[in-house]
């Protein structure tokens, strides 16, 4: 389901396999933030549901999974029918048409709350946290069947174990000081300025050099209004040293692979496609400008070392533009993706494909756009950072 979703996204397929490059800058710049994220305040919805289903006596994984997934459909009802002309409301497609998401906001937002140390439980998955939450209700009820408590308890007494069974979990797997029994009751996208400012402070606690920490942490309101990643460089004086440098080598990776980008977009089209041609034009008398990328740099601080086949293939692509020798630069082209994709790859199959389409991406943006309107969010609830 994840290629799925890659393969359903406007500008994330990855016909040359450079991915592991631009995730590795996104995560540096915006760490626990994906592409399919959709607003804010699913870092507090999926923990509010998670801890209802910790109360709830179902031990069994596969049916607590089940009204996992009947919850969040009922917060996105309930979303839509109370905000309906709000925007990243996850699953209004879908339930517009009859279904429901196979990628629910839980799974969309997991590596996310673990990242931001708001799930407390450590590395564990999704299915792994429910299983664990469904031994720990077994493990309690077995022992009081084994007689681990005074049979004489008052039924008083029992419910304030099952409650204080409760605050175990909460203690165990989640970190979230906002959450209230009746959540559910003034469900809305928007941030209160209690959550704003709690997830304010987890971004900024948890990943402090980062980006977007700095840009939080420095109260930046006004970066959501950049338009592109390749325009934040205009306030890159604002920010420290490191990170200044870090966008250089991205911003730099971004004009790279967007000339091969090009080449491939002519490669598929036998030379035909406009837009192809008219941004070869425009950057054909730069390629040793290009060529002048920090690879090693970057391939030291994302640890590409680990991917010698993707190495290799930038250096190379670096060394044509370097020596402004194009036809092998195509070549290149053509081999990685063909390594990669075999009979699949578009590129052995020139002439096939529409010549007025661009294919590949475009610049890329790192998360920048799905990543303003988490800032945007933030800013707008109000909160502040203690």
């Not at 710049?29 to 994906?34: D, Y």
């Not at 996992?68 to 979303?79: G, I, M, P, S």
């Not at 990328?293 to 044509?320: H, M, T, V, W």
Request: charged share 30%; glycine share 6%.
């Amino acid at each position: 389901m994840s290629v799925l979703d890659l393969l359903s996204e406007s500008g994330t397929l990855d016909e040359l396999g450079t991915a592991p490059v631009r995730d590795g800058f996104a995560d540096l710049f915006f760490p626990g933030t994906s592409t399919i994220q959709t607003r804010a305040k699913y870092f507090l919805i999926v923990p509010y549901i998670l801890k209802d289903l910790e109360r709830e006596k179902e031990s069994n994984p596969n049916r607590l999974q089940s009204m996992l997934n009947e919850k969040e459909k009922e917060c996105a009802l309930r979303l839509l029918e109370k905000e309906p002309d709000t925007s990243g409301i996850i699953g209004s497609r879908s339930l517009s048409q009859g279904g429901w998401v196979k990628r629910t906001p839980a799974s969309i937002y997991w590596s996310g709350l673990r990242s931001y140390g708001i799930f407390t439980g450590g590395c564990l998955s999704l299915p792994e946290y429910l299983r664990a939450v469904c031994a720990l209700k077994s493990q309690k009820a077995n022992l009081r069947k084994l007689g681990n408590r005074n049979d004489n308890t008052a039924d008083d007494d029992r419910e304030t174990d099952d409650s204080d069974a409760g605050g175990l979990f909460h203690r165990q797997f989640w970190s979230v000081p906002t959450y209230i029994p009746e959540w559910m009751n003034h469900l809305t996208l928007r941030l209160t300025e209690e959550e704003g400012a709690y997830l304010k402070h987890q971004i900024i606690m948890t990943h402090p050099d980062s980006m977007l920490a700095y840009i939080l942490k420095n109260n930046m309101d006004y970066v959501p209004a950049v338009e592109r990643f390749r325009d934040l460089g205009n306030l890159m004086r604002e920010f420290p040293e490191e990170i200044q440098q870090n966008y250089a080598l991205a911003y730099a990776f971004s004009e790279f692979l967007f000339v091969l980008r090009i080449q491939y977009n002519l490669i598929l089209s036998n030379g035909e496609n406009r837009r192809a041609n008219s941004e070869w034009e425009n950057v054909q008398d730069h390629l040793r400008e290009y060529a002048e990328i920090d690879l090693e740099s970057i391939i030291r601080k994302l640890f590409l070392q680990r991917n010698p086949g993707l190495c290799y293939f930038l250096r190379q692509a670096r060394d044509c533009m370097k020596t402004e020798n194009v036809d092998d630069l195509k070549d290149l082209i053509r081999k990685r993706e063909k390594d990669l994709k075999q009979s699949r790859a578009k590129t052995q199959h020139p002439g096939e494909f529409n010549p007025d389409e661009w294919y590949g991406g475009e610049y890329l943006d790192y998360r920048f756009n799905n990543v303003k309107t988490i800032i945007r969010d933030i800013f707008e609830s109000g909160g502040k950072h203690v």
